[in-house]
C-alpha cells in the first residue's frame, strides 16, 4: 500500500507510521527524520537546512525533492510506503505526482490526522525525542519507562529546537499556509481520508487500520 500522511506537525504522523511499518512492513520515508540525520552527520545538506528548521520555515523544495528522488531509489520502496511529513507544498506534491505517473505507481490513500490546535502546541512542547531513533514521547501522556531514556535503544531523550514554543506556533502557520492547501489537491483524487487524531496512541492506529482494511476488502 502506498500512504501520504498529512496533518499539522504534533498531529501523531511519526508515532502512527511507526506501527503500521511495524505491522505492514511499509518503508516509512520522513522527510524530518532523514533531515535531522543529515544535520547529525553535519552533511552539506544538513547545514543547508539547519537555519530553516530552527525557525520552522520549510527547507526549499530543490533541496527536499533531490533528497526524496533518492529515497525513491530504495528497493524497499517496492514494498510500499508511508511518506510523513512529505509533500508539503504545491510543488512536492506536483513532483510527487510526476514520479508516480513515470513509474507507475498510484497512490492508496492521503490520510489527514485532525487534531485541534491547542492540543497541538500542549503535545509538541512536551515532547522528547530520542538522539539515537528519533522515537517520540509525551511527557505526561505517553513518558519513557526511565525519565530522559528511550525505552527501546537507551538513546537519550531530548527537545527538539522546534518544539519550543514559539516555533511550534510558526510551524502551525506554515502547516495552515503552504500544506494545509494539498488536502484540496488530494481530495480532487478521491483519496483523502479524514483520521480523528485525539486519543490514545492505540485509539487512534485502529480508526486507521479500519480505513486501510476498506481497501484490502474492495481489492
Ligand atoms: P517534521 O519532523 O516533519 O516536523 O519536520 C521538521 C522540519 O523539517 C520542518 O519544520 C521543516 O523545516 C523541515 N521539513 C521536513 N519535511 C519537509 C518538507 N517536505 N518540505 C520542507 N521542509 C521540510
Given amino acids: 500500500m502506498r500512504l501520504i500522511f498529512m496533518g499539522p506537525p504534533g498531529a501523531g504522523k511519526g508515532t502512527q507510521a511507526g506501527r503500521i ?40 523544495d530543490d533541496l ?7 529515497e525513491f531509489e ?41 487534531v485541534p490546535d491547542e492540543e497541538l502546541v500542549a503535545r509538541l512542547t512536551a515532547r522528547r525525542t530520542c538522539r539515537t531513533c528519533g522515537r517520540s514521547y509525551h511527557l505526561t501522556f505517553n513518558p519513557p519507562k526511565t525519565p530522559g531514556v528511550c525505552d527501546v535503544d537507551g538513546g537519550e531523550l531530548y527537545q527538539r529546537d522546534d518544539d519550543k514554543e514559539t516555533t511550534v506556533r510558526n510551524r502551525l502557520a506554515v502547516y495552515m499556509r503552504q500544506t494545509q492547501p494539498l488536502i484540496e489537491h488530494y481530495t480532487k483524487q478521491g483519496l483523502v481520508r479524514h483520521i480523528d487524531g485525539v486519543g ?9 487500520r479500519k480505513v486501510l482494511e476498506s481497501h484490502s476488502h474492495t481489492d
Fill in 21 to 60: 511499518t511495524a505491522e505492514y512492513n511499509y518503508l516509512h520515508l520522513s522527510t524530518g527524520d532523514i533531515l535531522r540525520a543529515h544535520r547529525k552527520k553535519g552533511t552539506e545538506l544538513g547545514q543547508q537546512a539547519q537555519s530553516y528548521m530552527a525557525a520552522g520555515e520549510l527547507v526549499p
Fill in 64 to 70: 527536499i525533492l533531490k533528497m526524496v528522488a533518492a
Fill in 74 to 114: 530504495r528497493p524497499e520502496i517496492e514494498n510500499g510506503f508511508i511518506l510523513d511529513g512529505f509533500p508539503r507544498t504545491v510543488a512536492q506534491a506536483d513532483a510527487l505526482d510526476e514520479v508516480l505517473k513515470e513509474t507507475g505507481k498510484t497512490l492508496d490513500f492521503v490520510l489527514v490526522m485532525d
Fill in 200 to 208: 490514545s496512541v492505540d485509539e487512534v492506529f485502529s480508526r486507521i
